[in-house]
Nanobody
Framework: VQLQASGGGLVQIGGSLRLSCGAS????????MGWFRQAPGKEREFVAG????????YYVDSVKGRFTISRDTAKNKVYLQMNRLTPEDTAVYYC?????????????????????WGQGTLVTVSS
C-alpha cells in the first residue's frame, strides 16, 4: 500500500488547513488509518486515527476539539481537518495505515503498529 499525503503549507496562527492522504489500493477499506507528526528536534507523535469503518476515531489530547479526522473509503482517502492552529502544530505530518485489528485499536498511538507510511507533508504555523 502506498500512501500519498498532501495539503501542507504555511498558515497563520488561528488558521486552518486540511491534509489529505490517498491510498493506492482498495484494500484501504480494511485499514486503520491515521496521522503522526514530527516537529524539529522532537520525537514523532501520534496525532489522530480512524478505524476502517470510520466509526471510531482517536486523537492526542493536544488536538482534541481542533482537529478532525475523517475518511472516504470509496475514494481511498483520509483527511485531517486542522483548525485553530498554533505554532506548536508546526511539524511534518505523516499519513499512516495498518491492518485494522484489536491489537492496533488498543494501541493506536504506537508507531510500531503501522505498516505503511506516506512521505510526509510540512505544516508551518507562523505568528
Amino acid at each position: 500500500v502506498q500512501l500519498q499525503a498532501s495539503g501542507g503549507g504555511l498558515v497563520q496562527i488561528g488558521g486552518s488547513l486540511r491534509l489529505s492522504c490517498g491510498a493506492s489500493t482498495r484494500t484501504s477499506s480494511r485499514l486503520l488509518m491515521g496521522w503522526f507528526r514530527q516537529a524539529p528536534g522532537k520525537e514523532r507523535e501520534f496525532v489522530a486515527g480512524i478505524t476502517a469503518s470510520g466509526r471510531t476515531t482517536y486523537y492526542v489530547d493536544s488536538v482534541k476539539g481542533r482537529f478532525t479526522i475523517s475518511r472516504d473509503t470509496a475514494k481511498n482517502k483520509v483527511y485531517l481537518q486542522m483548525n485553530r492552529l498554533t505554532p506548536e502544530d508546526t511539524a511534518v505530518y505523516y499519513c499512516v495505515a495498518g491492518l485494522d485489528t484489536i491489537d492496533l485499536r488498543s494501541r493506536p498511538y504506537d508507531s510500531k503498529n503501522y505498516d505503511y507510511w506516506g512521505q510526509g507533508t510540512l505544516v508551518t504555523v507562523s505568528s
